[in-house]
């Protein structure tokens, strides 16, 4: 059964940090990738960032490149999601994601987390 669980959700004001977690298990990761999506009320889910479990390649959306970073460590089965100089336009409903890669990058998703509340404002 597969189970990502996340942490790190929180307020912060624009310009600070915060890390989001995504500790995975019930799936051979090495076969995976893993990731992040997020949603605002009314809008459609954005895809945010996602590692290549296998090879360590990236994908970030071009509203988040040169501020999120996006990491794995193995040996705990986790990926980070690093995110920095944090915008009002950030604020929603991350979603960790786990799949095929390429289908991470295009959008799709087979296995979902409960999601965390990223909160941007003064």
């Known amino acids: 059964q597969v189970q990502l669980v996340e942490s790190g959700g929180g307020l912060v004001q624009p310009g600070g940090s915060l890390r989001l977690s995504c500790a995975a298990s019930?799936?051979?990761?090495?076969?995976?990738?893993l990731g992040w999506f997020r949603q605002v009320p009314g809008k459609e889910r954005e895809g945010v960032s996602f590692i290549n479990l296998s090879d360590g390649n990236t994908w970030y959306a071009d509203s988040v490149k040169g501020r999120f970073t996006i990491s794995r460590d193995r040996a705990k089965n986790t990926v980070y999601l690093q995110m920095n100089s944090l915008e009002t336009e950030d604020a929603a409903a991350y979603y960790c994601?786990?799949?095929?890669?390429?289908?991470?990058?295009?959008?799709?998703?087979?296995?979902w987390g409960q999601g965390t509340q990223v909160t941007v404002s003064s």
């Open positions: 994601s786990a799949g095929a890669y390429r289908e991470l990058v295009a959008g799709l998703s087979k296995y």
């Open positions: 019930g799936f051979t990761l090495d076969y995976y990738g």
